[in-house]
C-alpha cells in the first residue's frame, strides 16, 4: 500500500534519514509487524527505479497515481536540489517491509537496504548473519532481490562472514583446547540457508541444509502456523519442501535397517555365524536383545494388529518425528554386541549393523563421488527438474552392486564431465529406493563368505 502528496508540513529534516543528499523523493516506510515503526527517507527516484522492479513500477507515471504525481511536482522543481526546501519535494509512504523478525532498529535496516540500492557504503561494513537474513527480507518485498546480490557479490559479505566464522573456531579451540562444530539454532541454520540461496554463495545452501535435514525441526511447524513469521520459516524457490522431502526419505531408510534386521531374524533361516555348529537360541537371544534395543532407543514401538492405532482412536503414531536423524544414528552406533557366549563372538547385532551404518554415513560426506544429502546450491538453480529428490522418480530397488557402478550404466545419468550433478545421485538413489537390499553391504564390509551355511 502506497500514497504520493506533497506536503505542506513534511517531517522536520531532523527527523528525515538522508540517503541521498541531493534526493528528490521523500519516501517514508511504515509497518506495524513485527513492531510499530514509520521514518521518511531522502532518497532518489532514480536509485529506486533502478535497482526495484517494485519503486519502478509506482513511479511510473503512466501505471500508478503516485508515479504521476510525482512526475508532475518534480517537472516544476529546479534541476539542482540538494538546499531545497524539503517541503517543495513529493512524499511516497510505502507500507509493510517485508517478512523480517524482531530487530533491535527497523530504521537502521531499512537505511542499510536504501543505501545498497543507492550503491552508497554502509554505517557498519559487518553485520551478524541475522541481519543479513533481515535484508534479504526486505529486498525480497521491495522486488531488489538482484540488486542486494550484486552487492553482496561485490562486496564479498558472505564470504567475509565465513572467515570471521574461521577465526571465531580457531580462538574457540585455543582458548579450550580442542575445536568442535558450531552448534547453531534452527533460526540461524534457516538463516543462513536464505543467505546462501538468494546471494548465490552455494556453499551455505549445501552446508545448512544438510544441517538443517539431519538435525532436529522442532520449531518449524509452529512458525509456519504464524503468518507474520519471518522468511526463513518457509524457504523459498521449493527449498523448503526439498528439505522435508529428503529428511523423509532418509528416515525411511533408517528404518528399512531394523526391518531388514527384524525380519531377517523372524524369517526362521538360520542367521548365527558359529559355521557348522550353528544355534537357534543364538538367534532367538539376539532378537530378543534386538528388540529391546530398538524400543529402549525410542526408534521400534511395538503394537498389535488387531486392532489399529486409528481405529482406537489413540494418537500413538502417525505424526513426523521432529528429532535430530543424526542423534538416531549415533543412538545405533551404541548398539551392545551381546552374545550368547564367548564362541558367538559375531553373531550380535552391533558386527552386522556398523558396516550398514558406516555405508550409510558416507553418503553425509561432501565429495563428489558418495554424494551428499545437503541441497547443493548450484545443481538447484542449474538443474533442478533433474536434481530434486522431490521430482526424481523413485527407484525400485537399491543395492551395493548399483551402487558401485561407477558408470551408472542404464540410468541415464550422464549430464557432462563439469557437472557436480553425478557425484549426488548415489546418495538420492539409496535414499530414495522402494526397497533397500542391505546384503551385500553387510557382507562385502565385514569380510563373510556368501556360502548357504555361512551367510547372514
Not at 546384503?439 to 551367510?455: I, K
Request: charged letters at 25%.
Amino acid at each position: 500500500m502506497s500514497t504520493t502528496e506533497r506536503s505542506p508540513s513534511p517531517p522536520s529534516a531532523s527527523f528525515i534519514t538522508p540517503i541521498a543528499l541531493a534526493g528528490n523523493l521523500l519516501l517514508t516506510i511504515s509497518t506495524t509487524r513485527p513492531q510499530l515503526f514509520s521514518r521518511t527517507y531522502r532518497v532518489s527516484t532514480t536509485a529506486l527505479t533502478s535497482a526495484s522492479p517494485f519503486f519502478a513500477a509506482l513511479l511510473h507515471p503512466s501505471k500508478f497515481a503516485e508515479g504521476r504525481t510525482v512526475a508532475e511536482i518534480l517537472a516544476n522543481l529546479p534541476s539542482s536540489l540538494g538546499d531545497m526546501d524539503l517541503a517543495q519535494l513529493p512524499r511516497v509512504h510505502v507500507e509493510d517491509v517485508g517478512r523480517i523478525s524482531a530487530v533491535n532498529d527497523v530504521g537502521a535496516l531499512i537505511g542499510d537496504f536504501l543505501r545498497i540500492m543507492h550503491g552508497e557504503e554502509l554505517d557498519k561494513p559487518t553485520m551478524p548473519v541475522a541481519n543479513l537474513a533481515n535484508l534479504v527480507a526486505v529486498a525480497d518485498r521491495f522486488e531488489a532481490l538482484d540488486a542486494l546480490r550484486e552487492w553482496a557479490e561485490r562486496r564479498k559479505v558472505v564470504e567475509s562472514m565465513e572467515r570471521r566464522q574461521v577465526v571465531k573456531a580457531a580462538h574457540t579451540k585455543s582458548a579450550r583446547g580442542k575445536a568442535g562444530p558450531e552448534t547453531l539454532s534452527e533460526e540461524r541454520l534457516r538463516q543462513r540457508v536464505l543467505a546462501g540461496l538468494t546471494l548465490g554463495y552455494s556453499p551455505w545452501v549445501g552446508t545448512y541444509s544438510k544441517q538443517l535435514i539431519l538435525g532436529p525441526m522442532t520449531r518449524r511447524e509452529r512458525e509456519a502456523e504464524n503468518e507474520e513469521a519471518a522468511l526463513w520459516w518457509d524457504l523459498p524457490s521449493g527449498i523448503e519442501d526439498e528439505i522435508h522431502v529428503r529428511r523423509t526419505y532418509i528416515l525411511d531408510t533408517l528404518a528399512s535397517i531394523q526391518s531388514y534386521f527384524l525380519k531377517r531374524y523372524m524369517s526362521g533361516e538360520r542367521q548365527c555365524r558359529l559355521g557348522y555348529d550353528t544355534s537357534a537360541a543364538c538367534d532367538s537371544f539376539q532378537l530378543g536383545e534386538m528388540v529391546r534395543f530398538f524400543g529402549r532407543t525410542g526408534l521400534l514401538r511395538m503394537s498389535s494388529t488387531l486392532l489399529s492405532a486409528s481405529d482406537a482412536d489413540s494418537d500413538a503414531g502417525g505424526t513426523e518425528y521432529t528429532g535430530s536423524i543424526s542423534a538416531i544414528i549415533e543412538q545405533l552406533k551404541q548398539c551392545p554386541g551381546y552374545q550368547i557366549d564367548p564362541n558367538h563372538k559375531y553373531c550380535g547385532l552391533r558386527s552386522k549393523l556398523s558396516p550398514l551404518l558406516s555405508t550409510f554415513a558416507s553418503m553425509f560426506k561432501p565429495n563428489y563421488r558418495a554424494g551428499n544429502v545437503g541441497i547443493c546450491g548450484d545443481c538447484w538453480e542449474k538443474y533442478r527438474q533433474r536434481y530434486a529428490w522431490g521430482r526424481a522418480k523413485r527407484p525400485v530397488t537399491w543395492a551395493m552392486e548399483t551402487a558401485n557402478d561407477g558408470e551408472r550404466k542404464g540410468y541415464g545419468y550422464d549430464y557432462g564431465e563439469t557437472s557436480c550433478l553425478n557425484g549426488h545421485l548415489p546418495a538420492r538413489d539409496m535414499f530414495m529406493a522402494a526397497i533397500r537390499d542391505w546384503t551385500d553391504v553387510e557382507l562385502a564390509q565385514t569380510g563373510w563368505s556368501t556360502t548357504p551355511f555361512l551367510r547372514v
